[in-house]
């Protein structure tokens, strides 16, 4: 009964560390606490530390030598990176929920963009947890769990570096109808239409953040560079 509680309150802190790290409460690069985690009292180190072991293994987390476990802090190069693998999965679950697909599964996948439609309706940016939600039910629609649980790793990975950063309201408009054109393509069984909108649409996302990613880069350049330097010169 002990190693089931104890499982149970590891699984409560891996909830609560993932929505930190993915909403931008704990940001890119900033150290877990597990000091000042652990006074949570529903929280004890023992369920942190394998709750930090399970997020390590997901990529979520880090261990950096003298600093112990820290948020993944993506690169340019890791968002080319992760956008590769991820285009590959999710165009072939897309293909394969177009030929697949099951009514109930067509049915989630309108209900998960009605639910965004709402959301974005009250002028909020578009939810990870719905964006999430979208691009997993499209998963399961295809029929393929070890392609999930790939493209699930790697959909996370990708969140951690917008959750910091601010979403234009053209860009979460265009991904609205992008999620609603590819529902109706995998309704339809057009695989080809379904491949083609879900690889543009990625290509999309990469493009913004790493755009956004450079423009945050910038701005925090421009905040610490010094004032300007006085052009006059003193003649000896």
Same mark, same amino acid.
């Given at each position: %009964?002990?190693? @089931?509680?104890?499982?149970?309150?590891?699984?409560?802190?891996?909830?609560? @560390?993932?929505?930190?790290?993915?909403?931008?409460?704990?940001?890119?690069?900033?150290?877990?606490?597990?000091?000042?985690?652990?006074?949570?009292?529903?929280?004890?180190?023992?369920?942190?530390?394998?709750?930090? =072991?399970?997020?390590?293994?997901?990529?979520?987390?880090?261990?950096?030598?003298?600093? =112990?476990?820290?948020?993944? #802090? #993506?690169?340019?190069?890791?968002?080319?990176?992760?956008?590769?693998?991820? *285009?590959?999965?999710?165009?072939?679950?897309?293909?394969?929920?177009?030929?697949?697909?099951?009514?109930?599964?067509?049915?989630?996948?309108?209900?998960?963009?009605?639910?965004?439609?709402?959301?974005?309706?009250?002028?909020?940016?578009?939810?990870?947890?719905?964006?999430?939600?979208?691009?997993?039910? @499209?998963?399961?629609?295809?029929?393929?769990?070890?392609? #999930?649980?790939?493209?699930?790793?790697?959909?996370?990975?990708?969140?951690?570096?917008?959750? =910091?950063?601010? *979403?234009?309201?053209?860009?979460?408009?265009? *991904?609205?109808? /992008?999620?609603?054109?590819? !529902?109706?393509?995998?309704?339809?069984?057009?695989? /080809? @239409?379904?491949?083609?909108?879900?690889?543009?649409?990625?290509?999309? %996302?990469?493009?913004?953040?790493?755009?956004? %990613?450079?423009?945050?880069? *910038?701005?925090?350049?421009?905040?610490?560079?010094? =004032?300007?330097?006085? !052009?006059?010169?003193?003649?000896?």
């Amino acid at each position: %009964m002990t190693g @089931l509680v104890h499982r149970g309150l590891a699984g409560q802190a891996v909830g609560m @560390l993932r929505e930190q790290i993915l909403t931008g409460a704990l940001p890119p690069g900033s150290r877990l606490d597990e000091v000042e985690i652990a006074r949570d009292p529903g929280i004890s180190r023992g369920p942190l530390r394998e709750a930090i =072991g399970q997020l390590v293994s997901e990529g979520l987390l880090i261990h950096v030598p003298n600093r =112990g476990a820290v948020v993944f #802090a #993506a690169r340019p190069e890791d968002v080319a990176s992760l956008f590769e693998l991820r *285009s590959a999965l999710e165009c072939a679950a897309a293909r394969m929920a177009a030929l697949r697909r099951r009514p109930q599964e067509v049915t989630r996948l309108r209900k998960v963009c009605e639910r965004s439609r709402k959301a974005r309706e009250t002028g909020r940016k578009l939810p990870y947890d719905l964006d999430l939600d979208f691009h997993r039910s @499209l998963m399961e629609a295809a029929h393929s769990p070890r392609d #999930a649980e790939q493209a699930w790793l790697v959909q996370q990975q990708v969140i951690v570096p917008r959750s =910091g950063l601010t *979403s234009r309201t053209a860009h979460t408009e265009t *991904s609205l109808a /992008d999620h609603e054109a590819m !529902t109706e393509a995998v309704a339809d069984g057009d695989a /080809d @239409l379904a491949v083609s909108l879900i690889k543009a649409h990625l290509a999309m %996302m990469e493009i913004q953040l790493l755009q956004n %990613m450079h423009a945050a880069q *910038s701005e925090d350049v421009r905040g610490q560079a010094p =004032g300007p330097r006085s !052009t006059e010169r003193t003649v000896p």
